[in-house]
């Protein structure tokens, strides 16, 4: 694979250090845990890991809020394990891209211990402050996603100070160039260090608008959640103007600027706004914006064929040169084998679910776990850690039920994560579910997950190809990749039950059937091709 364009249709592997493996006992996954790991990941034949943050951190939101953005947290390690985890990595042939957090810090922050305590020292506008209206309440009407006014009354100041997620995450004033300044040169740091990439979270929340206009009031009917529930008030608004703003794509192109100065390096944004296919567009168009975003779009409840193709065609329409990156899991959304497989998930469905996301035309985000199958956990309310969960419990649970740590042995406690009592349990379902039951199983999810990816690799065309859909019915996800002559005929079966599709006019003469993949059978039979529940197809057209 080029070098330079390594992530073009790369399977990233996001590890949520806190529940990947614990290395001293004191029940919270560590770099070190991670580094002895890092054989495991390499025999999934991934191509990078994305690790979510490790840095100093109070955890209020467990490591997205941060206080010091050139320091690992105590909890994690030190700076020689990570750059023990770097080395080793790339001598397993494994790119490593780490989390930025860019738009807002800790109130443990140096920056805003300064900040906070007064109009006239040296850092009093790095951060969004605004003085009260005249009767003392909120600057405007912005919300906070994870929950109430996104305005927090400061005394030595008199001033309200804008937080778009915890009250203890104040949003940086990206408006100030010696902010932005200070932020690329935290950025540089870790590009000193080797780091292959960066996935940058909440991009979109950089800017506010200056003028701190009322964001509009959103109708019923319009009020979708992504990364959020429906009932949250946060989806009672348009968020033109807390968010998403124009300068951001300059800001965007500042970062490109220093990234280009370490070839090879990449940038995966994480988009969220009221067009995020469009955003996701805006972002990566060009040479000189990111590498590529993905967006909460298949994050969903929803998992239809029309909705996956009507998605999928969106941003292709739009995206230009840009290159999309696709995922149906994360550490913030239930989990895929519980949020799409409701009761009939089995592992013919989580074996097509990972086929299928490896077949969409860009690159992959796969999240620790689903190569396992492993789905949601249910977390009693004093069990709970996130206090996004606590606040809306309980209509939303909250994150922690795809948090919890990974089953690594069946037979040992906790799972052999810990030799202690984990922040979050690990049920006796995943214990079921561990690696080592799986590694015994030819049969089993993680390796065909294995063998899929290696079985991807193959074909160039599912990696680089063009993508176009099919007709077809409401069961089954067909669509053309295409890479100069080559082409594939991918066709999913994304239900419990067997389907047939014809072929009358692609031609059934013309395909040759793909085998090796190791997913449930569909057959090539006649002008028709027959599905087994879960069943998928290849085949060269």
Not at 283 to 297: P, V
Request: hydrophobic share 35%; charged share 20%.
């Amino acid at each position: 694979m080029n070098q330079l364009y390594w992530w073009r249709g790369a399977v990233i592997y996001q590890i949520y250090p806190r529940s990947l493996m614990d290395s001293n006992g004191d029940g919270v996954g560590d770099l070190q845990g991670i580094i002895s790991k890092l054989d495991y990941i390499a025999s999934l034949n991934v191509d990078a890991i994305w690790i979510s943050p490790f840095f100093k951190s109070p955890m209020k939101d467990f490591g997205y809020d941060i206080s010091d953005y050139l320091a690992i947290d105590p909890l994690f390690g030190t700076m020689d394990d990570f750059d023990e985890l770097i080395d080793k990595a790339h001598r397993l042939g494994i790119k490593v891209i780490i989390d930025q957090v860019l738009s807002h810090t800790s109130d443990q922050h140096a920056w805003f211990s300064e900040s906070r305590q007064s109009r006239d020292n040296a850092k009093q506008d790095w951060y969004v402050w605004a003085d009260p209206k005249p009767d003392g309440t909120a600057p405007n009407n912005w919300l906070a996603i994870f929950g109430g006014c996104a305005w927090e009354w400061e005394p030595r100041r008199q001033q309200y100070y804008l937080h778009n997620f915890l009250t203890s995450q104040p949003d940086l004033n990206f408006h100030n160039p010696d902010v932005r300044r200070a932020v690329l040169q935290n950025v540089k740091f870790w590009l000193d260090k080797g780091v292959d990439g960066f996935r940058l979270d909440a991009i979109t929340f950089c800017y506010h608008d200056e003028q701190l206009r009322d964001n509009p009031a959103k109708p019923a009917d319009k009020r979708q959640g992504r990364g959020f529930s429906e009932d949250n008030p946060y989806a009672y608004q348009y968020h033109y103007f807390n968010n998403t703003r124009p300068q951001t794509v300059g800001f965007i192109e500042e970062l490109r600027a220093l990234i280009d100065q370490y070839p090879g390096v990449v940038t995966l944004g994480e988009v969220s706004s009221e067009d995020s296919l469009a955003t996701m567009a805006e972002y990566t168009q060009g040479e000189d914006r990111l590498h590529m975003a993905y967006s909460f779009e298949l994050l969903t409840d929803d998992f239809s064929p029309a909705y996956i193709r009507q998605t999928v065609e969106a941003l292709e329409q739009s995206i230009g040169d840009g290159w999309p990156c696709w995922a149906i899991g994360n550490h913030d959304v239930q989990r895929v084998a519980t949020r799409w497989g409701r009761e009939a998930f089995n592992a013919d469905m989580a074996k097509m679910l990972n086929a299928l996301l490896c077949s969409l035309r860009g690159s992959v985000c796969s999240y620790q776990g689903e190569e396992l199958g492993l789905g949601e956990v249910e977390i009693a309310y004093e069990q709970l850690q996130d206090p996004f969960g606590i606040t809306f419990w309980p209509m939303f649970k909250g994150r922690d039920g795809c948090r919890t740590p990974m089953p690594w042995r069946h037979d040992a406690n906790h799972g052999g994560f810990s030799d202690n009592s984990p922040w979050l349990p690990v049920p006796a379902e995943h214990k079921e579910m561990a690696v080592d039951v799986q590694e015994a199983d030819p049969a089993s999810i993680l390796n065909h997950y294995r063998h899929m990816l290696a079985w991807r690799k193959q074909y160039h065309v599912l990696i680089s190809g063009d993508i176009k859909f099919i007709e077809s019915t409401d069961a089954l996800l067909v669509f053309e990749r295409r890479l100069g002559e080559q082409s594939l005929l991918v066709a999913f079966n994304l239900s419990g039950e067997p389907q047939s599709y014809s072929l009358a006019g692609e031609g059934a003469t013309s395909l040759t059937p793909l085998a090796g993949h190791g997913l449930p059978e569909a057959e090539l039979s006649g002008d028709s091709i027959q599905f087994a529940p879960f069943g998928c197809f290849y085949a060269v057209n």
